[in-house]
């Protein structure tokens, strides 16, 4: 590459820093906190919102920095939960919206598609964890004692 072209492009490390995990998270879950679909379903679980708030600061820092400052298990916390395609939209919905009003674009595309690889592996997990197989392109279905 022509050392101008290089000097024109920012590596994306250097856009996606720590501090902007730290707003885009904070933001996020503000959000989280007062939508009438999601926000009942965190507020009876989460109890330490300080501690959420950092250690999905640490997720993502290792998800989009691979800075390995996660250590958990995802997966498991999201298999119990009452939800399903319609709550995964929504939660990429508003992502989506506060990644992209706070980051530069190719910041907030790097965290929007991430997410939406993970929120589909989260599907299949749960659905698994239901004891059903989702088709690729299948989404989750309700729970089936919160079908109504
Ligand atoms: C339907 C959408 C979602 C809902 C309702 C939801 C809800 C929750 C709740 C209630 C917890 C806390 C569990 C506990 O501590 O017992 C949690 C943890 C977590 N969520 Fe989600 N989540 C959703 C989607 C996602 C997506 C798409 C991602 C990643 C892109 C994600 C990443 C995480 C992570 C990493 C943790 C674990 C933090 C830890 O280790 O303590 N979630 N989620």
């Given at each position: 590459m022509h050392v101008m072209e290089s000097a024109m492009v920012a590596p994306v490390e250097d856009i996606i820093t720590e501090a902007l995990i730290d707003r885009v998270v904070r933001t996020f879950y503000a959000s989280v906190q007062t939508d009438p679909q999601l926000g009942p379903i965190f507020?009876?679980?989460i109890t330490n919102w300080d501690a959420?708030?950092?250690?999905m600061c640490a997720f993502w820092s290792s998800v989009l920095l691979m800075s390995g400052r996660y250590h958990g298990q995802p997966m498991q916390l999201h298999q119990g939960l009452p939800v399903d395609a319609r709550h995964f939209d929504r939660?990429?919905?508003l992502f989506a919206q506060?990644?992209?009003s706070i980051c530069p674009p190719v910041a907030a595309e790097q965290f929007v598609s991430r997410a939406e690889r993970i929120a589909e592996s989260l599907e299949l997990g749960i659905a698994a964890s239901r004891?059903?197989?989702l088709r690729k392109g299948e989404r989750l279905a309700p729970a089936s004692a919160d079908s109504a």
């Open positions: 507020a009876a679980r959420h708030l950092n250690r939660w990429l919905e506060t990644a992209r004891g059903g197989w």
